[in-house]
C-alpha cells in the first residue's frame, strides 16, 4: 500500500481520489482510469493557462534587465556619466580650437551647415546642447591653435567686442581710420622737401636713390624733436602703399630690402578700433591678467635702451642706496638720462682705442699662424697686449650711470603718470615708457609665455596681422616667421625720445593709436651718427644728443642725412635691417612690432664703421 500512500503527494487539482491504504476508504482505481483522468487534467490547465510551479531548488531562468534594483542601478550610472560628461566639456571648452573640428564630428557637421546658411560659429547662439560638445565657447577669429591666449576672460571679451560692440565691418573700420588720420591733421611734404617721384603714387618698382634723404641739420630745424606739436610739412621720401590696391608694388619694394608704409589693412584697422577703446584696454591689461610689466623711467625726455656692465658689487651698491633713499621717504629713481654728450665723446674715442687694438691684436695672430717663428710677429703681438693692457686700466665708464631705471608696473599706473597735461611736461620733466610682450615661440620654444614674467600672449590674437604662419598664410609683414621674437609693444607719453639706433634684423612696426614721428637713416650713413661703440652699455646707440647736437665733439655729425614721416593708428612701417631709427611720441600712443630674421644686405656699410 505504499504506492497508494504517496498519492496524497499529487497535485492538489487531480480529481482522483485516492485511499489512505485502508480497507473501509474505497475501492482501488484502475490504471486506465487514472490516465484518462490525467488526460483531462491537462486539457483543463491548457484552457485555463494555469502557470507551472516552479519546483523548490529549479535552475533561475528569468533575465537579469527584470530585476528593478539592476536597472535603477544602471540609470543612476548613465546619469553620473552624463554629468561628468557636461562638467567636463564646460571646464574644458575650447581648448585647441583648431584641432578640435577633424576630430569632432559634431564640429565637422556644423561647419556643413554654417557653409551652406553663411552663418559664421560666432554667430551660434549658445544653448546648452551647443555647450555640451563645446560649442558655448567663442572662438576668436583668426585665432591660432598653439599661440596665442587660450583663458576664458580673454575669449570673453574678444565675444563682447567682436559680436555686439565692434562686430566685423571692414567698411567701417576703414572709414574710422580714415577719419582718425584727417582729425590728425594731413602730413605733405615740405617746400624744400620735394621728390622725383610721388609717396601717395609711387611708381612700381623703387626708384633709383628712393628713398631721398635730407641734411640732417635741415630736418631738425624745420621741426625739433623737443617739440611734439605736430608740424604738417615734413622732410618725407618714403612711400605709401594701399594694401587694397598696390601690395604687388609693395612687395617689390620689400624684395629690394627697402622701407615703406602700409596703410588700409583691414586687419591692422580693426585692432586699432579696438585699441582706440579705453574701456577695452582697461579690460584687456587689468581684468583677469592684472599683472606688472615693464616700465622704463627717465628723468627727461631721452630713452636710451643699455645693458648694465658695471661689476655686481658696484650694481648692488647702487641699488641698496636707491633703496635706503625711498625708506627715507624720497622720491628717487636709479635713472640719469642720456648722460653728458662730451663724457660719451670721450668714451667714444676710448672704446674705440681698444677696438682697434683688439682688430690689430688679431689680425697679429693671424699672420703668425701663417709665419711661425717670425720674431718681428711675436715682438709685434707683445706690443699690442701691453698697450691693450693699458688702456683697459682706464675705464672710460667709470662715472657711467643707467640712464634710465627698469621697473615694474600695472597698466593703470602707468597711464596715471603717462595721461597728464602738457603743463606738467617738457624735455626736463619725467616720463614713463610701458612694454608688453607676447613670447609665442621664444623662450622654452614653445608659446607658454615663459619668455617674460607677465607675457601678453593675447597679443597674437589681437595682432594677427603678425601671427607666425606658414605658407600661404604667412603674413606679408614677417618674412621669416620661424625667427620671430615675439611681438613687442611699447606705450609712449607725449614727448618720448628713443634715441637713435639701428638693430640687426628687419623691423614690421604698426601705430595702433595715438601718432609717432619717425626720423630715418640709410645704413650708409653710419659714420655720420657718431654710434657708441662695442663694448659700450649702449652700443649701436647715436651718442649725439639730437635735441642740441654737439657739432665740436661730432663734427660729422652735420654731414648726415635723413627722412621722416609721422605713423598715424593703422599704419603699418616695413623697416629692413640695420636701417637707423630716431623715435619722437607725439602723444599718447600704442606701438607694437615684430622682428623675422635678418638680412646681410647693408652689413658692410655697418663693419665700417665699428659693427
Known amino acids: 500500500m505504499a504506492s497508494t500512500a504517496t498519492m496524497q503527494h499529487r ?203 635730407w641734411p640732417v641739420l635741415e630736418v631738425l630745424d624745420n621741426w625739433s624733436p623737443d617739440d611734439p606739436t605736430p608740424h604738417h610739412e615734413i622732410y618725407q621720401g618714403w612711400c605709401i602703399f594701399d594694401y587694397r590696391t598696390e601690395m604687388e608694388k609693395a612687395n617689390n619694394y620689400r624684395e629690394a630690402e627697402l622701407p615703406f608704409i602700409v596703410r588700409n589693412d583691414p586687419a591692422v584697422a580693426r585692432a586699432a578700433e579696438r585699441w582706440s577703446r579705453p574701456e577695452f584696454m582697461e579690460r584687456l591689461l587689468m581684468g583677469d591678467e592684472d599683472q606688472m610689466r615693464r616700465t622704463e623711467y627717465s628723468p627727461n625726455n631721452h630713452f636710451m635702451y643699455w645693458v648694465d656692465k658695471r661689476p655686481r658689487d658696484q650694481r648692488r651698491a647702487a641699488q641698496k642706496e636707491i633703496q635706503r633713499r625711498k625708506r627715507a621717504g624720497e622720491k628717487v629713481h636709479n635713472g640719469f638720462g642720456r648722460g653728458d654728450q662730451v663724457a660719451m665723446a670721450e668714451a667714444m674715442r676710448h672704446q674705440d682705442k681698444i677696438n682697434e687694438l683688439k682688430d690689430l691684436l688679431e689680425d697679429a695672430k693671424e699672420y703668425l699662424e701663417d709665419h711661425s717663428g717670425d720674431e718681428d710677429a711675436e715682438e709685434e703681438i707683445r706690443q699690442i697686449k701691453k698697450e691693450l693692457n693699458e688702456e683697459k686700466q682706464v675705464d672710460p665708464n667709470e662715472h657711467w650711470q643707467p640712464p634710465t631705471e627698469n621697473l615694474r608696473m600695472t597698466y593703470l599706473e602707468w597711464l596715471e603718470h603717462a595721461n597728464v597735461t602738457d603743463d606738467k611736461l617738457g624735455p626736463e620733466n619725467p616720463h614713463w615708457y610701458f612694454r608688453l610682450i607676447g613670447c609665442g615661440n621664444m623662450g622654452s620654444g614653445t608659446a607658454d609665455g615663459s619668455c617674460d614674467k607677465g607675457s601678453s600672449e593675447w597679443l597674437f590674437d589681437e595682432l594677427t596681422h603678425f601671427q607666425p604662419r606658414e605658407g600661404d598664410e604667412r603674413p606679408f609683414y614677417l618674412i621669416n616667421p620661424q625667427k620671430q621674437q615675439g611681438i613687442h609693444c611699447r606705450f609712449g607719453m607725449k614727448g618720448v625720445i628713443a634715441e637713435n639706433h639701428f638693430d640687426l634684423s628687419r623691423n614690421a612696426i604698426t601705430l595702433l593709436y595715438g601718432q609717432r614721428r619717425y626720423i630715418l637713416a640709410h645704413p650708409n650713413q653710419c659714420n655720420n651718427m657718431n654710434l657708441l661703440p662695442r663694448g659700450h652699455p649702449s652700443a649701436r646707440h647715436s651718442a649725439v644728443d639730437w635735441s642740441d647736437p654737439d657739432l665740436e665733439d661730432f663734427p660729422t655729425f652735420a654731414d648726415a642725412h635723413v627722412n621722416e614721416v609721422v605713423m598715424q593708428p593703422g599704419d603699418v612701417m616695413y623697416l629692413p635691417t640695420n636701417w637707423f631709427h630716431y623715435i619722437i611720441s607725439l602723444e599718447l600712443n600704442f606701438q607694437c612690432n615684430t622682428r623675422s630674421g635678418g638680412e646681410k644686405l647693408y652689413r658692410k656699410e655697418i663693419n665700417d664703421c665699428g659693427f
Not at 551647415?113 to 558655448?136: C, D, H, T, Y
Not at 583663458?151 to 571679451?157: F, M, P, S
Open 11 to 213: 497535485r492538489p487539482y487531480s480529481t482522483i481520489a485516492v485511499t489512505d491504504g485502508s480497507a473501509e476508504s474505497g475501492s482501488v482505481i484502475s490504471r486506465e482510469q487514472r490516465r484518462l483522468e490525467r488526460r483531462e487534467a491537462k486539457k483543463l490547465r491548457e484552457g485555463k493557462k494555469l502557470k507551472r510551479v516552479k519546483r523548490k531548488g529549479g535552475r533561475e531562468k528569468a533575465s537579469t534587465l527584470s530585476d528593478p534594483y539592476v536597472r535603477l542601478a544602471f540609470f543612476a550610472f548613465g546619469l553620473f556619466a552624463l554629468v561628468g560628461y557636461t562638467i567636463f566639456r564646460m571646464m574644458h571648452r575650447g581648448e585647441g580650437t583648431a584641432s578640435v573640428d577633424s576630430r569632432d564630428p559634431f564640429k565637422a557637421f556644423e561647419k556643413k551647415l554654417q557653409a551652406k546658411s553663411g552663418l559664421s560659429e560666432s554667430k551660434v547662439k549658445p544653448g546648452f546642447l551647443n555647450k555640451l560638445r563645446g560649442g558655448m565657447k567663442y572662438v576668436i577669429p583668426e585665432s591660432m591653435a598653439k599661440v596665442g591666449c587660450k583663458q576664458d576672460w580673454y575669449t570673453e571679451l574678444r565675444r563682447e567686442y567682436d559680436t555686439d560692440i565692434l562686430p566685423k565691418d571692414d567698411e567701417r573700420t576703414l572709414k574710422w581710420v580714415d577719419e582718425e588720420r584727417k582729425r590728425h591733421g594731413i602730413y605733405k611734404q615740405a617746400p624744400k622737401a620735394q621728390t622725383p617721384y610721388d609717396i601717395n603714387n609711387c611708381p612700381e618698382y623703387p626708384p633709383e636713390g628712393y628713398p631721398m634723404q
